[in-house]
């Protein structure tokens, strides 16, 4: 394993610039093959450096006070997932205001097209890698067949095409795509790589919600550029954290609104930066879903955390500012603007903030099996470094559980599992509670330092291979990931 992974590091990209980060815990039975990864990765960029001549000066988020030109926001072309070619390779973009950045991207746009279909609906989708490395694409959220997951054992070589193929059978969402290979996910999702999947169902169009040019895809991250503004990938083991952030890949974005009800559909894109978000004219947000789709009622709410991989559904309302006026979407945690609103138009639009019941939710109950996972260190779930070849458990298709997560430090880890949704139950530690965008069917769930965090779960719908992980991916590529088997 050892000598194996020093070869995948060096051939991922020998200019990469990773430092290393002492655990705060002991690190007295991290494997070896993990220190000298990230003292092969420091010697690589101290190299990259010498190389390139110098250490880019990338420009910090802009202060408060400064004028700061906006961009228009960037909407990710639609895109039925039905019959589609896609492809994965670098690109040079505008991320606002004629800069160009040298990035990967899904068919040239980053981020990706926003694949739409409704339940019921096949997807297939044809990967060509048109990068220097081998990738694979996970449908995040979506419940598919081990063979379409894009596991890492499904990698595709430079230059292969891979097809993917699954029934569209769950309620509507905001899912999304992005890369999944061996140790290399944090490098090609930092890089550009990731895309919106959202799926719709008759209980959601029966609600009338904001449609059309009412509802907005938000894919929201942090990113760093180097001084001739391609984006770069600095990774750390504790988290790669970029200085610039970025909506829908563009820069100091801003949004002409209506007067109207907006839905944003949001998801946190970054590799490892949790946003904590608000608006700037204290207005509240009307939450409405999250991972796995619509909650059962709706949260009115000033401040939303989330982490790496986690949605949220919003409805935000405009009608009654003036026009003229400007409403900042912010990060409470890095104080930054993410989005300018402008209200530039005042229009007459039928629709109302729903309240009362938005959908139900059968509540998973009477687990016959409790298993635990103690998300360790950096880089191991119960003290094991992932082995892409090791199955560490197997789960009766069908059967409710109990999965209990634990940290031990290191946090946050946000725990991540294919092939189903899950129901949290309950937090103990840390914060100590569940927050409303935590109702619902989700996916991707905080663990926070000291955090003890129980779901309920089950396999319902395939058989096969699947994966548990840590979202921060710099943890996912480190190993902090299990194979388990749905039998
Ligand atoms: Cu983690």
Same mark, same amino acid.
């Given at each position: ?8 590091? %060096? &051939? ?8 290393? &980060? ?14 000298? *990864? ?44 039905? !019959?589609?070619?896609? $492809? ?31 339940? @019921? ?25 081990? $063979? ?39 490098? &090609? ?48 083991? $504790? @988290? ?32 490892? *930066?949790?946003? %904590? ?7 509240? +947000? ?15 709410? /000033? &401040?939303?955390?989330?982490?790496? @991989? ?26 930054? !603007? ?50 892409? !070849?090791?199955?560490?458990?197997? #789960? ?11 940290? /031990? ?12 949704? +899950?129901?949290?139950?309950?937090? $103990?530690?840390?914060? /100590? ?5 935590? *109702?619902?069917? %989700?996916?991707? #769930? ?32 480190? @190993? ?8």
């Amino acid at each position: 394993m050892m000598e194996e992974d020093t070869v995948r590091i %060096k &051939q991922i990209d020998e200019k990469r610039n990773i430092e290393t &980060q002492q655990e705060t815990e002991s690190t007295q039975g991290e494997p070896n093959h993990i220190s000298r *990864r990230t003292f092969l990765r420091a010697a690589m960029a101290s190299a990259g450096m010498l190389a390139a001549g110098g250490v880019s000066l990338p420009v910090g988020a802009a202060k408060p006070g400064t004028v700061v030109t906006r961009n228009p926001l960037k909407i990710p072309p639609a895109a039925s997932p039905g !019959n589609f070619a896609l $492809s994965a390779a670098p690109a040079t973009v505008d991320i606002g205001g004629g800069k160009l950045s040298n990035v990967l991207a899904y068919n040239g746009f980053f981020p990706g097209p926003t694949f739409r279909a409704n339940s @019921g609906d096949v997807a297939s989708v044809l990967l060509t890698n048109g990068l220097s490395e081998e990738t694979t694409v996970h449908w995040h959220g979506m419940i598919v067949p081990t $063979s379409a997951d894009g596991h890492p054992r499904d990698a595709v070589a430079p230059g292969a095409s891979y097809s993917y193929q699954f029934p569209i059978q769950q309620r509507a969402c905001l899912n999304w795509y992005h890369p999944h290979p061996h140790m290399m996910t944090g490098e &090609q999702v930092a890089l550009g790589l990731a895309g919106a999947f959202i799926v719709n169902d008759a209980e959601e169009a029966a609600l009338g919600l904001p449609s059309g040019a009412y509802e907005v895809p938000l894919i929201i991250r942090d990113a760093k550029f180097d001084s001739s503004g391609n984006l770069i990938y600095t990774a750390k083991s $504790s @988290g790669f954290l970029g200085n610039i952030p970025l909506v829908n890949g563009t820069r100091d974005p801003k949004l002409d609104v209506d007067t109207a009800i907006y839905r944003f559909r949001v998801l946190c894109g970054s590799n490892a *930066r949790l946003f %904590k978000l608000a608006l700037s004219n204290g207005a509240q +947000f009307t939450l409405i879903g999250n991972d796995g789709g619509l909650l059962e009622t709706a949260s009115v709410l /000033g &401040q939303i955390e989330f982490s790496p @991989g986690e949605r949220l559904d919003l409805i935000v309302d405009f009608r009654g500012l003036a026009v003229g006026t400007k409403v900042m979407l912010q990060d409470l945690n890095s104080g930054w !603007n993410l989005l300018e609103f402008n209200v530039t138009r005042q229009v007459s639009v039928a629709g109302t903030v729903p309240t009362g019941t938005l959908s139900t939710i059968t509540p998973l109950t009477s687990p016959v099996t409790t298993r635990e996972f103690s998300f360790d260190g950096m880089s191991r779930i119960n003290g094991k470094v992932y082995d892409i !070849n090791r199955i560490d458990f197997q #789960v009766p298709l069908g059967q409710t559980e109990l999965w209990r997560f634990t940290t /031990g430090g290191n946090a946050p880890h946000p725990a991540h599992v294919h092939g189903a949704s +899950f129901q949290v139950q309950s937090r $103990s530690g840390g914060r /100590g509670v569940l927050f409303p965008w935590e *109702r619902g069917w %989700k996916d991707t #769930v905080l663990l926070q330092d000291g955090e003890t965090v129980e779901v309920l779960i089950r396999f319902d719908a395939y058989r096969g291979l699947y994966l548990l992980h840590c979202h921060k991916l710099e943890h996912e590529d480190m @190993g902090m990931m299990s194979n388990f088997e749905v039998i």
